[in-house]
Structures are given as structure tokens and as C-alpha cells.
């Protein structure tokens, strides 16, 4: 069929379009068209008229949010949607989808699109790098390889000499031996001969009576001759077994034993990825900076056997897991790869205050953490922390620049301050000096919050020096250490986190005291006076 006749809706060939049109009522009764035609009419028709409602075969312009269907108005009114409060016309919520289709497009072009592309860069590049990386091995192996073979080959002709001169030395030997075998032989032979000789002459002997007699006493003189050389031959020793046996044996290598040494020469093959287990951070885990100035902690990745890599490209990650403050954007943090398995994580912190990030290598997360304590002091490596107002007892007063606290009351009691900052990684330093003190009473060491307050006056509670009498306290229990604090005597510090200890040192008599077996906790530097007019001051 080619044709199609609109008025009897049917298909017509050409053979049959003549006689179709002279039928009925004469070609006015027919209308015909060409079949593709009568497709685009059909699929017009389609896409021109609404879905029906399967229910109410009622066209669906309405749409139920609640349960995810288009329906009709029969539906709404009374049909199983009837009371269903979340309906809207199809050309509302199609509004609403194409918007969220929108957003949902804008973010996928914004944000999944580029992540994912770079994703797919950066598998394109290790593809590349592994199939670099596995060329250049090959090649180092076919070059082990041949070396090998040299190797191999240098020891054969070595072999095959040392058969030569052991065969050559040997021959020279036998070629002696059997000189002189020869030799004696011929002479054994002689004198068997010349004794059988002499007897067949007198055995079958024609002369007389007369000459026998005379020829006797010759022969006799003969017989013994010969005797005398035949016991000398007969005395001479000779070797009877040769001096070397053909005895020469090449003990081979059996096929396996010469598959493994032929691995062990070539060497292995190993895919090396640093695992987290391994890696770690090298040096100081907690550094200072200034706002908007960098700081660089270095990360050594090892293998499962502990060995440092000897190349780079593994995959670094940071994350922080702490910052300052809940609300704020997480600092830029680069990674810069040196390929020799040592990494620098650059990161420049934008406000004050302590930032924690966890370092995850291949997917691996460290063990260890790395802290950046961000302030706004001059220096850095030493002004780390200042007297803390917020945890400051009320008979204590802090000076302006926030470097020397003051008893102020005349009655006897413990009062308490604590640092701005702590610690909680690494290993820091700072001095105090003692400006005024009457009875030498002086408490100074660490604490850790929120296990300890200013508003705590339990002291011994802290990890402290008692410079009254000498005596150290870790959580109540005291020890002698060294003598008694003097006006202006200056103390230092040493906080070692990651050994749990802490180091007091006079500096004025060299004496000094350690604190062992501290928390492994964010600890504080902290100070307690009890006596009026006693103070102490920062010394950087």
C-alpha cells in the first residue's frame, strides 16, 4: 500500500487506486493521501489531545502532591482523592518541577559536573602515570634481565675454563704415569723373555759333555744377572690406580631452584601505597601562626613494612575537625608533593584561635593530628598565651597587656588563674617570673578545662609545683623536689604532650622538677597566689 483514503479509511496499492475512486459515489466520495502524510496527521492529532483519566475518562488536569499522580476533576470531587488538601493544577506543579528540575540542573552544571570532571581528570592522569610507571618497570626488568643473562653467561665460560684446566692438569698427570708404566712394563717383559730363552738353550743344548760344563758356568753367571735385575724390577713400586679418576661432576641447579635465584637476582615487583599505619607527621603536631601567614606540617608516608616511600603520588587529604568557630569557612589547605615520599601540607589560618585537622593518606586516616594555634602576639615561637580574664578569680588582677597578674586582698587565700590558650599536641615552652611573693607561696603547672575552673579552688586537683616547701603535686599527691622559690627567680616550662610530661626549671639555682604521666588532654598553663601583693609576670 502507498496511498490511504481518508473518507473509507483504508490503505490502497497502486493497482487498486483507479477502481477504489469510480466506486461509492464517483471520486468525490474519496479523498486520498500518501501514507507519511496520514502518519504526521495521526501523530499531530495524538500530541494535540489530553491523557484521560483511566478511572473517569476525563482529561487529568490536576495533579495530587500527596500521592504523586496526575488526576482528573472527577477524582478530586468524587472520586478516591476527594479531600486530599494538597492538589494543584498540572500547570502549577509543572512549574514547580521544571524549577526544582532547574536548580537541581544549575547545581549539577555548578558543582557535580566539575567535581565529576575533575574526578574523571584525575583518574585520566593516574591511568596514564600507572601505564607510564608500568613501561618504565618493564624496561627495568628486561634490563635486570639481560645484566642477568651476562651474568649468567660470564659464569658459563668461567665454568667451562675451570673444566678445561682441571682436564689439562689431570691429562699431564695420567700422561706421566702411564710413561712410566709403559716403561717398566717393557722391562718386566725383557727379562720374562730372555729367562725363557735361556732355558729353551739348555733344554734342547747339542754340545759335549766339556762345553755343557763351560757353558753352565756362563749361564750360571747369566742366570744371576738376570735374577739380581728381575728382584730389583720386581721390588719397584708402581701406582696401580691412577692418581685421578675420571670423576668430574657438574652439580646443576634444579628448574625450580633456578626460577627462584633467577627471581631473587631479577628482584620483585611490588605495588607500594603508603598505608596510614605506617605514615605520620613529622616533628612538631602543633604549631603557631599569625592570621593570614602560613605554616607547613610535613607528612612522611611509609609502606606496611614502616620503609619511607621512594616516591611520591600518593593521595593526601585534610579535613578540619576543629576550628575556632562553628560558622566559619575552613581554611585552604595545599599539599605539595616532593617525590621522595615526603609531603608538605601548607595552610594559612584567617583568624585567631586553635584549628585541628585529621590527614588521611589513600583513604587511610592518620593516627595522629596536627594543631595550628592561631593568634595575634608578636612572637610566636614564644608569646603563645596570655593571662585568661574570663578564668581569673576575683582577687586576682590581670594587667592591661595581659602578661602579669597581682594579689590583691590581704587575706589568706588561694586564688587562681589560667592561660588564654592551651595545648594539646606538641611541645611548648614559657617562663614566669616571680616579681613579689612574702611566704613564697606559689602554685604553678597545668590544668585541664572543664575539669578545672578558676572558680575551682581545689588546687591539688591540678598537676602543679608547690614552691613553699619544695614540694610537687599531681592530683593531690606531693613529692620533695627542689628548695624554695626566691624574688625574681624566673621559672620555665617545658610541656611535652605528646610524652605526657612536664619540666620545671629555676633558672636562677639549676634545679629542676618533671611532672610525669600527664592527661592526654588540652591542658592550660596555670598559676595560684595566696598572699597580698604577691605577683608574677610572663617572660618571653
Known sequence: ASVWCTKCDVALCTDHIAGHMMSGQGPSSHAIIGLSERDQSTDAQQGNSSPLCGEHNRPLEYFCKACGVCICGHCVAIGRHRGHTQIVTVHEVSDELQAEVQTKSKKIKDVTLPRAQRALEKVKKVTS???????????????????????????????????????????????????????????????????????????????????????????????????????????????????????????????????????????????????????????????????????????????????????????????????????????????????????????????????????????EKLATTFVVGCCVLDDLQEKWFEFDSTECQARLTISSDKQTVTCNEQVYSWSSVLASRGARHGQHTWKVKIRKNQR?????????????????????????????????????????????????????????????????????????????NLPAAELFPYFALANHYDSISLEW
Open 440 to 516: 613564697m607561696n606559689i602554685l604553678v603547672g597545668v590544668a585541664e578545662k572543664p575539669g578545672l575552673t578558676a572558680k575551682s579552688k581545689n588546687h591539688k586537683s591540678a598537676y602543679c609545683w608547690y614552691g613553699n616547701n619544695g614540694s610537687k603535686f599531681v592530683l593531690g599527691k606531693g613529692s620533695k623536689s627542689i628548695s624554695k622559690f626566691q624574688v625574681n627567680d624566673i621559672l620555665q616550662f617545658d610541656l611535652d604532650c605528646d610524652k605526657h610530661t612536664l619540666q620545671i626549671t629555676n633558672l636562677r639555682s639549676r634545679e629542676t622538677a618533671k611532672i610525669e
Open 129 to 363: 602515570e600507572l601505564t607510564t610507571r608500568a613501561d618504565q618497570v618493564q624496561a627495568e626488568i628486561r634490563a635486570a634481565s639481560r645484566l642477568a643473562v651476562a651474568a649468567i653467561q660470564t659464569c658459563e665460560q668461567e665454568k667451562l675454563q675451570e673444566v678445561d684446566d682441571i682436564r689439562v692438569v689431570r691429562l699431564k698427570t695420567l700422561d706421566r704415569q702411564r710413561e712410566e708404566l709403559r716403561q717398566h712394563t717393557a722391562a718386566l717383559e725383557g727379562v720374562v723373555a730372555f729367562s725363557e730363552q735361556l732355558a729353551e738353550r739348555r733344554r734342547f743344548g747339542s754340545l759335549s759333555h766339556n762345553s755343557i760344563q763351560h757353558c753352565e758356568v756362563n749361564i750360571v753367571g747369566v742366570l744371576t744377572a738376570v735374577k739380581e735385575r728381575a728382584d730389583v724390577l720386581d721390588k719397584v713400586k708402581f701406582l696401580e690406580t691412577p692418581d685421578h679418576h675420571p670423576h668430574l661432576v657438574f652439580s646443576s641447579t634444579s628448574e625450580a631452584e633456578m626460577m627462584q635465584k633467577a627471581s631473587e637476582l631479577l628482584g620483585t615487583v611490588v605495588s607500594c601505597e603508603a598505608t596510614a599505619a605506617q605514615s605520620c607527621i613529622e616533628g612538631n603536631r602543633h604549631k603557631h601562626t599569625k592570621p593570614g601567614q602560613s605554616v607547613v606540617f610535613s607528612v612522611i608516608a611509609k609502606d606496611r613494612q614502616g620503609k619511607t616511600q621512594r616516591r611520591g603520588g600518593d593521595s593526601i587529604r585534610v579535613t578540619w575537625s576543629r576550628l575556632p568557630a562553628a560558622d566559619m569557612a575552613a581554611p585552604a589547605v595545599e599539599v605539595r608533593d616532593k617525590g621522595d615520599g615526603h609531603y608538605d601540607i601548607v595552610c594559612s589560618p584567617s583568624r585567631t584561635g586553635d584549628y585541628e585537622a585529621e590527614v588521611f593518606i589513600n583513604g
